[in-house]
């Protein structure tokens, strides 16, 4: 016997409600493959010419953690930590809190590494060494251990809370802020 859709579920389009989290597990896959470049971009740092490869390399990390990662924290901050943090599981609203001190602490690491990063991607020799392998050390830990975290333990119980419905309208108002943040950033320019 099958069940019959409640009226919230049949708003939704079929495969809306999966939507919102394969973006937000993508968006894992695509940070998890930019620390993998940043660490190959401080690894290649020898104090000889950077070649064109590592600068591209550098400005694409620079691109992923200025606007997708931001992007991701926003969707979480917004739709997956609230739904959480008031479901009345202790263990899950202290996950939350500490998923959320790691957003801020992610922002404070990438905001030290960004100028490094940047002088490297635009060929400029003033980024300091240093300060690149002990920051991205310290941020592709943290960055690994929060996808972790939230893979493991938030997404599965945040994907039984949200109803489909809910995921469907977290899906389109972060489909939204992503086109709004397009047309501000091509409006800027390259």
Known sequence: MSKTPSRADRKAPPGGAAAAFSVLDECHRQTLGALDKLETVVASLDGSQIEAQTRAAAAAVVRHFSTTARQHHEDEERHVFPKL?????????HAVQRLQQDHLWLEEDWRELQPHLDAIACGQSWYDVAVLREGSEIFAALSREHIALEESCLYPVARTLLGASQQHEMEREMAARRRAARKARAAVGP
Not at 85 to 93: E, I, N
């Open 85 to 93: 943090a008031t479901s009345g599981d202790v263990a899950m609203q």
